[in-house]
C-alpha cells in the first residue's frame, strides 16, 4: 500500500483541482493520488492556516511536510516579504507544491526534498507542521526536537495534531524541549499547539 509520506514513482496519476477559501482569500490547488489529503484541504491544515497569526517580522518560515503545500502557500501570500522554505519527503508532493506556487502567484518559495530537516542548514522564525502521525511517534517525537534546534531566538513552532492521534503527548513532550508551550485552538479534536523559546 502506498503512503503519502514515501515516494512511490509507480503510482498511477489522478490529477485534479480543488478551490478552497482561506481566511477570506480564494486557492485554487492541484491535488493528485499518492499525496496527504488529495480531496480537499484536511481539517487540520485549515484550522493552523485560520488559528496562525504572524506578527509581520518573519524573515523565514518553514512549512514541514508541505504536501501539495496549502499552509505554506498561505504564509507566501500573508507574508510577502518573508520566504517560506517548504518540505516534504514525497517527491509528487513537491512537485505538486511547486504546480500550486505557480497556480497562486507567490514567488517568495524554496523547495527541498528531505526526511524532516536532514536537508535543511538554517534556522527559522516559524516552523509550522501538520505531522505524518502514521509514521510512528518516535519519527514525530524526533521532528519536535530536530524544529526547536531549527529556530532562532523566540521562533515558533505550530503543531496541529489530533487529540485521539497523541495531542496530549506532543504537550508534554514539547514542555521538554520549549519554556512556553500553548494550546491556540481546539476544534473537532483538533489541537494547535505553539511552542518557543525565550
Known sequence: MSHYFINDPTLKHELKTIDVQLKGTSFRFYTDRGVFSKEGIDFGSKLLIETIKFHGNE?????MGCGYGPMGIY???TCPEATIH????NERALDLAKQNVELNQVKNT???LSHLFDGIEFN????????????GKAIVFSLYEQAQKHLNVK?????????????????EKLKTLFSHVEILARDKGYWIISSYND
Do not use: E, H
Not at 524573515?59 to 512549512?63: L, N, R, S
Not at 527559522?124 to 505531522?131: K, L, R
Open 59 to 63: 524573515k523565514v518560515i518553514i512549512d
Open 75 to 77: 504564509a507566501a501570500k
Open 86 to 89: 517548504m518540505v516534504d519527503v
Open 110 to 112: 524554496k523547495f527541498y
Open 124 to 135: 527559522a522564525d516559524v516552523i509550522m507542521t501538520n505531522p505524518p502521525i502514521r509514521v
Open 155 to 171: 521562533g515558533r513552532l505550530i503543531v496541529v495534531i489530533q487529540k485521539k492521534q497523541g495531542a496530549p503527548s506532543t504537550v
